[in-house]
Protein backbone atom coordinates (compact mmCIF):
# COMPACT_ATOMS: atom_id res chain seq x y z
CA UNK A 1 0.00 0.00 0.00
CA UNK A 2 2.88 2.56 0.86
CA UNK A 3 4.89 1.47 -2.40
CA UNK A 4 1.49 2.48 -4.19
CA UNK A 5 0.94 5.58 -2.81
CA UNK A 6 4.50 6.60 -3.22
CA UNK A 7 4.07 5.58 -6.65
CA UNK A 8 1.19 7.51 -7.59
CA UNK A 9 2.55 10.82 -5.30
CA UNK A 10 5.95 10.35 -7.94
CA UNK A 11 3.76 10.39 -10.61
CA UNK A 12 1.81 13.29 -10.05
CA UNK A 13 5.18 15.56 -8.74
CA UNK A 14 5.93 14.23 -12.31
CA UNK A 15 3.73 16.07 -13.62
CA UNK A 16 4.16 19.59 -12.16
CA UNK A 17 5.14 22.66 -13.84
CA UNK A 18 8.56 24.07 -12.90
CA UNK A 19 6.76 26.93 -10.95
CA UNK A 20 4.63 24.82 -9.09
CA UNK A 21 7.37 21.91 -8.49
CA UNK A 22 9.71 25.06 -6.85
CA UNK A 23 6.52 25.87 -4.45
CA UNK A 24 6.10 21.81 -3.79
CA UNK A 25 10.11 21.57 -3.03
CA UNK A 26 9.73 24.77 -0.92
CA UNK A 27 6.34 23.16 1.35
CA UNK A 28 8.12 19.74 1.90
CA UNK A 29 11.41 21.97 3.29
CA UNK A 30 9.48 23.74 5.56
CA UNK A 31 7.83 20.29 6.85
CA UNK A 32 11.50 19.06 7.71
CA UNK A 33 12.22 18.63 11.35
CA UNK A 34 15.75 19.84 12.45
CA UNK A 35 16.74 17.81 15.59
CA UNK A 36 19.62 19.31 17.83
CA UNK A 37 21.01 17.55 20.82
CA UNK A 38 19.57 18.65 24.23
CA UNK A 39 22.48 20.84 25.98
CA UNK A 40 23.71 19.88 29.02
CA UNK A 41 22.50 23.20 30.49
CA UNK A 42 18.36 22.63 29.98
CA UNK A 43 18.91 18.99 30.89
CA UNK A 44 20.53 20.71 34.24
CA UNK A 45 17.34 22.99 34.71
CA UNK A 46 14.98 21.03 33.86
CA UNK A 47 16.31 18.55 37.06
CA UNK A 48 17.00 21.33 38.88
CA UNK A 49 13.29 22.38 38.56
CA UNK A 50 12.01 18.95 38.94
CA UNK A 51 13.61 18.30 42.35
CA UNK A 52 12.91 21.81 43.70
CA UNK A 53 9.23 20.70 42.61
CA UNK A 54 9.34 17.55 44.31
CA UNK A 55 11.22 19.32 47.75
CA UNK A 56 7.92 22.23 47.23
CA UNK A 57 4.97 20.15 46.24
CA UNK A 58 2.45 23.02 45.80
CA UNK A 59 4.85 24.83 43.50
CA UNK A 60 3.28 24.87 39.89
CA UNK A 61 5.78 22.78 37.27
CA UNK A 62 5.98 25.04 34.73
CA UNK A 63 8.17 23.62 31.51
CA UNK A 64 5.48 21.34 30.10
CA UNK A 65 7.06 22.44 26.44
CA UNK A 66 9.95 21.89 27.64
CA UNK A 67 9.39 18.36 28.75
CA UNK A 68 7.57 17.52 25.11
CA UNK A 69 10.80 18.87 23.44
CA UNK A 70 12.95 16.60 25.51
CA UNK A 71 11.35 13.56 25.07
CA UNK A 72 10.44 14.34 21.51
CA UNK A 73 14.51 14.88 21.38
CA UNK A 74 15.61 11.94 23.37
CA UNK A 75 12.89 9.36 22.17
Known amino acids: M ?3 TAE ?9 SPEILNAFA ?15 FHLDEIL ?5 HNENPK ?8 ISELKKYCA
Open 59 to 66: TKLDFYEN
Open 48 to 52: YRIEF
Open 2 to 4: MNA
Open 26 to 40: KMMESFEVKHEPVKQ
Open 8 to 16: ILKNKIENF
